[in-house]
Structure formats: structure tokens, C-alpha cells
């Protein structure tokens, strides 16, 4: 599993054309959007980051799920990450550590 958080285009830089300034709950950071390259991303866009780079345009029903997710793992109410997902859901997942699913 990999946690991706949401992030508003502020700014695209013109020298700089795989760069954006992206808003992340306040914090304002510069973020490589090179792999959006066949749907570039513009200012008042939401994207998905991964360890800085930008992976994908997100709507607002994705953002605000993505939040609220965020916030139950922030408040710390779950125990463990298995809460928040089905026995089986990294079951077949190539990159999950062997026995990661079991419990």
C-alpha cells in the first residue's frame, strides 16, 4: 500500500516546466510533475503526490475521501491499519511484504 496525499496546483513555474508549487493543507512545496506529462496539470487542479511527484488528477470526491481518510489515521482511532481494509486486501499485492496480510 502506498499513501498518496492530496495536493491544489498554486502555481507552474516557466522556468521550470516539470515543477509545480502545489498547496498541501497550507504548506505550499515543489512538487515534480513530469509523469502527468499527457494530461499536464494546471493552476486549481487537485493531484494525487507520492514522495513528490505527482501521479494523477484527482475530483473533489477523491480529495475529500482521501482527507477524511487521513484524518482517522492522524486521530490515531484505529488500531491498526487492518481497520481501515478488508482481510484480503493485500493478499495478492507483488510489492507487500511476505505475511503482510496475515494476521
Not at 502527468?36 to 503526490?49: A, C, V, Y
Not at 482521501?66 to 493478499?91: H, K, Q, Y
Request: overall charge negative.
Amino acid at each position: 500500500m502506498c499513501l498518496g496525499i492530496p495536493g491544489r496546483i498554486v502555481e507552474l513555474p516557466t522556468d521550470r516546466p516539470d515543477w509545480a508549487r502545489v498547496d498541501v493543507e497550507g504548506l505550499v512545496r515543489d512538487i515534480n510533475v513530469a509523469l502527468m506529462d499527457e494530461d499536464p496539470p494546471k493552476p486549481g487542479d487537485w493531484i494525487l503526490i507520492h514522495l513528490g511527484f505527482a501521479l494523477q488528477k484527482m475530483t473533489e470526491e477523491e480529495v475529500e475521501s482521501a482527507r477524511s481518510t487521513l484524518t482517522v489515521l492522524g486521530e490515531g482511532n484505529v488500531e491498526s491499519f487492518g481497520d481501515l481494509f478488508p482481510d484480503d486486501a493485500f493478499r495478492d499485492d507483488p510489492f507487500a511484504p511476505p505475511g503482510y496480510a496475515e494476521r
